[in-house]
């Protein structure tokens, strides 16, 4: 009997809610079979036998929670053996698990992100007394590297449960603010309850930390692209050809690229706890996509090194995906500036939020005809509306300028993309 247990997939992720089971008891399954699909914070992750067997348990229904550690399936894999399976949070204490650096997930080897939003860094002391805590609490300490004999537990005998390390782990948030929102009683008359999915929590927690603890100043231009436009429509039979739909992202991209290696400080995350700015020698451009489920904000790796059609393929590869809810961790991981298009839904301005822990964003209008004044007439041109939202710690307004400025000026020549 093997006992198929819902794996750590790193990110901070603990659990995750069933979407759809693609077996029953009583099934075969051969190894590599998809067994159900789980709805995280991230990513749907599918997860797949690994063993060939009859299935004896499943674990929770549909629209069930499932923690890291918790039981999926039950295989008789005929092997003789009976693994007990891992009790959950609501039952008694179970062995303390090792914890391990990375974990290999549902979607692959997945590399365990430092930079998880509202983590909690404290010094690790080592303890001589046993500490009663559930396995996903110490799962979640060990992700946090949160010393578990320093916090108060609220369960029977004083165990510590996952809800304890939450309230700990936004203490740091708290303490940024001193606006307490007030509490949201419900509507006296007739009103529709809407269950946020993990997605939008996610988004909202991720929102909440980067207004709370960043001091975001925006900077606005509109700049001239009748060469922009002239010039894509003249290459996007070259790139059809080649099999890329070559959009006006991947131009803004590529310029934005070009900045980036000249404004090295627009390409970095800055440690409040440390005083300290990591400026990346790399450059993975993250993509906000709007998808039915919310945004959520994949990246292209290394996009410094690709050229303007690779740059197009990958981006258009990544949104598909990404509106699949095909995207992996690793995809949206370790992103270093990012890019996000309200001009897709016909705005022209907008004020966006940086994605913390980055330092900047760039926010990209519908362009439009609008009357401008060139050489002292008025003439009708294809105007692009830009916004530059930057990390005012770290950022100052006159550098935030220049930055755009610069893709301002690239764009204008759309040319000069190609010979940088």
Known sequence: MFTFK???IGEGIHEGTILK??????DKVAEGDLLVVVETDKVNAELTSPEAGTIKELGPKEGGIIHVGDTVALIDNASGENEAPEKTESTKETKEEKPKESGAGVVGEIMVSDEI?????AEVKPTSTRVLASPVARKMASDRSIDLSQVSGTGEQGRILKSDLENLTRKPVAQASSFIAPEV???NGEFEVIKISRLRKAISNAMTTSKTLVPHTVLMDEIIVDDLVDFRTKAKAYAADRGVKLTYLTFISKAVIIALKEFPIFNASFNHDTDEVYIKKYINLGIAVDTKDGLIVPNVKN??????????RTIDDLATRTNARKITLEEQQNGTFTITNFGSVGISHGTPVIYYPELAILGIGKISLKPVVKNGKIEIASV????LAVDHRIIDGAEGGRFLLRIKQLLENPTTLMLE
Do not use: C, N, R
């Not at 996009?303 to 197009?312: F, R, V």
């Not at 692009?384 to 916004?387: C, G, I, V």
């Open 21 to 26: 089971w693609h077996v029953k008891v009583g």
């Open 384 to 387: 692009l509306p830009l916004s």
């Open 117 to 121: 939003i509202g983590s909690y860094q």
């Open 303 to 312: 996009a410094d090194q690709l050229t303007m059609l690779e740059l197009a």
């Open 6 to 8: 819902f794996p750590d």
């Open 185 to 187: 009683k419900k509507p």
